[in-house]
């Protein structure tokens, strides 16, 4: 049993229509209500008219991604209860249309985060790339938050002088609008185009994390689990937690998702297998300690999702996108580990058997280099080509596990 081949699709504006997805062969759509504001209940007759829709091509949604979590409910502040009862709602309501997977993040302010969105790939394609010192530039010299300089090294903030000496002006201001709005715009982000000042904004909101750290931030999850759980067991709904990418913290801010040991805590915090893992090996590769393959078979009962990208580190905590095989991780022993739960699942007969994955990011190949169609990230052919690699080995794979 292969693993499910799903596709994120940004909805009717997204220029991958759900016809080419049957084309391409995808069984699994992973898509969300894109238009409903952050902190809103999904209402049902639009689950439905989504879900007929994709169900019409012989596909079926299956994963949610995201229910975005708002920042009252990551800061808890004055409307979290309101935001959490509405989020209640809105698994309610998915769970009544068939819909039984929630990936969503609890990363603060910002979502994941990319320093060049234009890294050159031998044979001429592009793709993403987080250059560390890049980006204790952008903090320290261009955003200038208060106090960031404390939060580095000597060495760290030696490097990020001499990236930023290397920036002209008009770079210096594309890095920030990159990192605060481009790539967060089209995920419910925070900050959207329209704000004449962004910079200033998006302090403001940093500044709502200035008396939280980690345990405090650890706090606030548990208390978002312990109040969806229930209803997620009422209803049939896994949620799944994204990492955070990069793994680890940024700008001050807590990070609580991104290694072994805060998977560990998770399950502790609540053990029910409704609270589960989006296991995003992209995000997890971020640091060089953690290891994936480990970690997809330790955690792998409450694995409910799987991004599946390659990265290779050009320096410490600095990474690009490299495709999907090939790179600084064994993928054929993540994926292995992958298909293995799958089977436990049979076995122990559980309802939840298929772990939907699909190919997270891409390289821009081919005519995608001519088109500005798509969000950044999500190019069609460096996404297609992901699809096959993972399929190609899922098909071996599922071969040679047939065969014990």
């Given at each position: 049993m292969k693993l499910e081949k799903a596709w994120r699709w940004f909805g009717k504006s997204d220029a991958v229509t759900l016809d080419h997805l049957v084309q391409m062969d995808i069984e699994g759509v992973v898509t969300a209500l894109h238009h409903i504001p952050t902190g809103e209940v999904w209402p049902r007759e639009e689950i439905l008219a989504v879900k007929s829709e994709i169900e019409s091509r012989g596909m079926r949604w299956s994963v949610v991604e995201s229910v975005p979590v708002s920042e009252q409910i990551k800061t808890a502040g004055p409307m979290r209860d309101r935001h959490i009862e509405n989020y209640r709602?809105?698994?309610?309501n998915l769970g009544e249309?068939?819909?039984?997977?929630?990936?969503?993040?609890?990363?603060?302010?910002?979502?994941?985060?990319?320093?060049?969105?234009?890294?050159?790939?031998?044979?001429?394609?592009?793709?993403?790339?987080?250059?560390?010192?890049?980006?204790?530039?952008?903090?320290?010299?261009?955003?200038?938050?208060?106090?960031?300089?404390?939060?580095?090294?000597?060495?760290?903030?030696?490097?990020?002088?001499?990236?930023?000496?290397?920036?002209?002006?008009?770079?210096?201001?594309?890095?920030?609008?990159n990192i605060i709005v481009v790539t967060q715009g089209f995920i419910n982000g925070v900050i959207d185009g329209s704000v004449s000042d962004p910079e200033k904004l998006f302090l403001e909101y940093i500044s709502y994390y200035k008396e939280i750290d980690r345990e405090r931030y650890r706090s606030h999850l548990k208390y978002f689990i312990d109040s969806l759980i229930p209803v997620c067991e009422e209803y049939d709904v896994n949620l799944c937690i994204h990492p955070d990418d990069p793994p680890y913290p940024i700008l001050g801010m807590p990070r609580i998702m991104g290694c072994a040991d805060d998977m560990e805590w998770l399950e502790k915090a609540n053990p029910s297998l409704r609270n589960g893992i989006t296991f995003c090996t992209g995000s997890l590769s971020g640091r060089h300690d953690n290891d994936l393959s480990y970690m997809a078979a330790r955690f792998g009962e409450r694995i409910h999702f799987a991004h599946l990208r390659n990265t290779r580190y050009t320096g410490y905590k600095s990474f690009y996108e490299s495709g999907h095989l090939y790179g600084s991780l064994d993928m054929p022993a993540i994926v292995e580990a992958l298909m293995r739960e799958q089977r436990r699942r049979v076995a122990a007969g559980r309802k939840d058997i298929r772990i939907p994955v699909r190919p997270d990011h891409g390289i821009r190949i081919l005519n995608d280099l001519d088109c500005d169609c798509y969000n950044i990230g999500y190019p069609l052919n460096g996404r297609l080509r992901g699809i096959a690699e993972l399929d190609g080995l899922m098909v071996g794979i599922d071969r040679m596990l047939s065969r014990e």
């Open positions: 709602r809105t698994i309610r249309c068939g819909i039984d997977t929630v990936c969503y993040n609890f990363m603060p302010v910002l979502d994941w985060c990319r320093t060049i969105l234009d890294y050159p790939h031998v044979g001429g394609g592009i793709g993403l790339c987080f250059d560390y010192p890049t980006f204790v530039a952008f903090d320290v010299f261009i955003l200038k938050r208060p106090g960031a300089a404390a939060d580095y090294s000597a060495e760290d903030l030696e490097q990020a002088g001499k990236a930023f000496a290397a920036m002209t002006p008009d770079e210096a201001r594309t890095l920030s609008y």
